[in-house]
């Protein structure tokens, strides 16, 4: 069996999803060593499947739910400024619905909407004529009174890959298409036994603590211990979505509220697309095995054609989405009322803890990443590196510049390679930020940048993400990098594969970067 290393790491966590590449992002900044498996690629369970919002959650406040509320609004501005290359404000439009919510409670909600969690630069709730306002253009003209408020939005996959960027920079391993597979307390240390797809003999890691943040497998990586179980318990709540060509010209999205008390969202989407989401139904299966049904399309068409003066149809569709989301099971009768909030089990049998995390949504990722450290911190060593709190201070990788300074991020781009179309720029700007510079590097012309795919997609760009974002397949890039899959035809898709199958390579465990702007 081959040593990953001689050392002992302080922490080694399972699972690279949003909890767990932010708790590695968190711990490597704070000096401590770290080592994270991720079976597959990042992002590729729960966290690339998400309605791509950094939000309060305004419905959460009828369960009551207002420590969550508040945590989680208090985190919108905080992200936004960490990383405003992927994540933006929105303003969403809210029509009351006769017979549904009254609307002196939506006023009320939105009032505390505003209000709980110290808003600063996002603006406040507002109300709207919609027989008049052009913001009520699309929707059916029953809609007389509605109201706008402010959330964000976010790309979530290179959320978390930016925070495994972040981590391998401050000298975490990140192991992907890394699958644990035993795990035994000895000798001090927990010894992780990981199997991967490159490597014919297993490998083992050795470390003083395990963070069990696999989403919904938490279970199954107990299982591969001596604990066994958790007391706490998993609920699996599929939520799917659809994406349509683009429905209307302006930049709002709408928030829709249904007959069955669930709400869906209709968000503008990589410029030509409208976002159509999310389901909330309990799932029992294999949670890689998720995929939308044709009750949830047909849910969604109906509750979206409901508002729209234009109905939505199946036809529409050009591109669908499912994923399993691993809340904590606090008894909710339905899916829609299970918690969002997250749960901590430490297991400390044999003095070598074991947290695992139940839980959670990606808007508060880092605080909980923060408080899983304070559980931990009486089983690690000094931390030699920042303080607790330096990730709400420290852009992500590409993020170092203001939020209103992206436009001249894309100018920028546009001066030091003035080949770049408007619209390639703003992708590249707004995909990696002031990285960008690291992946054009010294080319002078388009063509330097070696094989073109379509839809800007060059060599130099596939290769920055093999050396530096741990990118080995083509739904690494076309759907967790990128979302230019839903650009690419199905021949320059297969040029791709062809590509990686004849240059490709799997990237180590903590890639390195070139310049920047």
Not at 429 to 454: E, I, S, V
């Amino acid at each position: 069996m081959d040593q990953i290393s001689d050392q002992v790491y302080d922490i080694a966590i399972i699972g690279g999803g949003i909890n767990g590449c932010g708790i590695a992002r968190d711990a490597a900044g704070r000096g401590l060593k770290v080592v994270l498996c991720e079976m597959d690629d990042l992002a590729s369970g729960t966290s690339s499947w998400s309605t791509k919002l950094i939000h309060g959650g305004l419905r959460y406040l009828e369960y009551y739910e207002f420590r969550l509320v508040r945590e989680a609004l208090m985190e919108r501005e905080v992200l936004w400024r960490i990383a405003p290359h992927i994540i933006h404000p929105l303003r969403l439009v809210l029509p009351h619905h006769a017979g549904l919510r009254p609307a002196w409670l939506l006023r009320l909600g939105l009032f505390l909407y505003d209000h709980l969690g110290g808003r600063k630069r996002l603006p406040p709730t507002r109300t709207i004529d919609l027989a008049k306002d052009p913001l009520g253009k699309p929707l059916a003209a029953g809609f007389k009174r509605g109201f706008e408020y402010s959330d964000c939005t976010v790309d979530d996959a290179r959320l978390v890959i930016l925070n495994a960027r972040d981590a391998a920079d401050h000298g975490a391993q990140i192991l992907t298409r890394a699958r644990a597979v035993r795990i035994n307390r000895g000798n001090g240390a927990w010894d992780i036994t990981v199997e991967d797809h490159v490597t014919p003999n297993p490998r083992s890691i050795r470390a003083r603590t395990i963070v069990n943040a696999a989403g919904p497998w938490v279970n199954d990586v107990l299982s591969l211990s001596s604990i066994g179980g958790a007391k706490a318990r998993v609920r699996l709540v599929q939520g799917s979505h659809i994406v349509v060509p683009k429905l209307y010209d302006h930049d709002r999205a709408y928030m829709f509220q249904n007959a069955d008390g669930r709400i869906i969202f209709v968000i503008p989407y990589q410029q030509d697309f409208t976002l159509i989401g999310t389901t909330d139904r309990d799932y029992d299966g294999d949670p890689a095995a998720v995929s939308i049904t044709q009750d949830e399309i047909s849910y969604l068409c109906a509750s979206a054609s409901d508002y729209l003066a234009k109905p939505i149809t199946p036809k529409q569709i050009v591109w669908s989405y499912a994923g399993v989301r691993p809340l904590y099971d606090d008894g909710a009768s339905e899916a829609k009322a299970a918690t969002r909030d997250y749960v901590f089990e430490l297991d400390v049998d044999g003095g070598l803890p074991m947290l695992s995390i139940f839980g959670g949504k990606i808007t508060t990722y880092r605080r909980l990443a923060e408080e899983a450290l304070e559980r931990l911190a009486p089983y690690l060593p000094q931390s030699t590196g920042r303080h607790p709190g330096w990730t709400a201070e420290q852009p992500l990788p590409g993020g170092d510049f203001d939020t209103a300074v992206l436009p001249a991020v894309i100018n920028d781009l546009r001066a030091n390679w003035p080949f770049l179309t408007p619209s390639h720029a703003s992708r590249l700007a707004t995909a990696y930020g002031t990285r960008a510079g690291a992946l054009l590097d010294q080319a002078k012309t388009f063509t330097d940048l070696g094989q073109h795919f379509g839809a800007t997609l060059t060599e130099a760009e596939i290769r920055f993400l093999i050396a530096t974002e741990w990118a080995v397949t083509p739904d690494d890039i076309l759907w967790r990098r990128s979302k230019l899959g839903l650009r690419l035809s199905a021949l320059e898709r297969k040029s791709l594969e062809n590509w990686l199958a004849t240059h490709g390579s799997r990237p180590s465990s903590s890639p390195k970067i070139g310049k920047t702007l």
